[in-house]
């Protein structure tokens, strides 16, 4: 995370996401290690009529931290839907927040190392950061 926000000082507001950081990366873990996908990004998902019709990339499929999954909400949904997925998964609370730590993590990669290579992924991170910095903590 060190190097994610050394080399986004000049894309984000690189303080304040160090200050959320400070927060997710001390959450604690309860849950024990499930078969996931880890990387449900809006290029890995398929829709069809406004309903999940496939899933790519199957082929890290590994067991570790449930939350991993959760990223998706981030990753994929604006606020109204997220909080529909909200209130219809079963998680706790802790879960919740280590699948946005998860997606913050993720996203602080993507948007300084895709900046040239591959924009659009890039701008993927920037929209997941700025919903993770809507919610707040």
Not at 32 to 51: E, F, K, Y
Not at 85 to 106: M, S, V, Y
Not at 113 to 133: C, E, K, N, V, W
Request: hydrophobic share 45%; with cysteine; glycine share 8%.
């Amino acid at each position: 995370m060190r190097t994610c926000f050394d080399r986004s000082e000049h894309l984000l507001d690189v303080p304040a996401l160090r200050r959320l950081w400070g927060r997710l990366r001390e959450l604690p873990r309860e849950t024990p290690d499930a078969m996931v996908h880890g990387d449900l990004i809006p290029g890995n998902v398929l829709v069809r009529a406004g309903r999940l019709a496939g899933v790519l990339d199957v082929g890290g499929l590994r067991p570790a931290d449930p939350a991993l999954e959760l990223v998706a909400a981030w990753h994929l949904l604006d606020e109204r839907p997220r909080s529909v997925l909200r209130e219809r998964l079963i998680c706790t609370e802790l879960d919740w927040q280590r699948g946005k730590a998860w997606a913050f993590e993720q996203s602080m990669g993507a948007v300084w190392y895709y900046l040239d290579s591959f924009p659009a992924m890039s701008r993927m991170g920037r929209r997941t950061l700025a919903r993770i910095l809507a919610d707040g903590a």
